[in-house]
């Protein structure tokens, strides 16, 4: 394999890794990682998806945070 089949790979990886985390992060995990009882509209959840694809090692760092307090 050579070296930019090895980086293409690794983005496509941390794409897929991030197209999964921004999805399951803002259909389920928004809300628990938000104080009740904040309501998020579908309009903020659209808002959030590329934040949260883009920067799903934070998510998934700080959604691990609030299941292990709750």
Known sequence: MSVPDAILLAVALYAAIGVATAIA???????????HPTPVTLGARLLILPGSFALWPCILLRWRKTRRHA
Not at 25 to 35: D, M, R
Request: charged residues 0%.
């Open 25 to 35: 992060f803002i259909s389920v995990g928004i809300s628990q990682v938000l104080p």
